[in-house]
Every structure is written in C-alpha cells, then in structure tokens.
C-alpha cells in the first residue's frame, strides 16, 4: 500500500513563522515612528470634510454656523475630534481650525 499523505513538515513551518517574523520586524517600527504624521494627516481630513459642511451650512442658512448649528441642522452628527483629542471649533470667519487651551 502506499501512503499519500499531504501536509507541511516540521521545518516548512518553522520557516514561514521566520518570514512572518521578520516581517512584522521591520513593519511594527514603521508604523510607530509614523504615528503623529498619520495622526495630523487624519486631523486636516476631517477639519476639510467640517469646513465644507460649514461652507454648504453658510450657503443654505446666510449664517456663519457653530459646530451645534451643524449638529443641529445634522451637517455632522457629532462634535468633530481629531485623532489627536483636540476638538475642532468654528471661528467668527467660518473657518475650521483646532480648538486651544487657554
């Protein structure tokens, strides 16, 4: 009789556990030393997507809005934060920019 058995050895896993190893090596630093330039690129997104939602808010009502005039017209359905925790506000101008502590 012969026998037809089909899987990996031993030794074929070891090595695909070193390639994966090796890898996430040289991926996790990658990220890491990324994070603020990923964390900043998040906050202009999402202060361009309020920015326009303020814009179409000011063309439809002839007001400059607050973020609540947004929530409450539902432009936006919460208060924007950014990936950071700094929360965006609305200035006398209509334009979007971080909030700042004082």
Known sequence: MVKNEKGFTLIEML????????????????????????????????????QAQSTAYQIEQKAVPTIEDLKTEKYIEESPVCPNGTELIIDGDGKVAEKTEE
């Open 15 to 50: 090595i695909v556990l070193l390639v994966i190893s090796v890898l996430l090596l040289i991926t996790i630093p990658n990220i890491t030393k990324h994070h603020s330039n990923i964390q900043a690129k998040g906050c202009e997104g999402l202060k361009n997507t309020v």
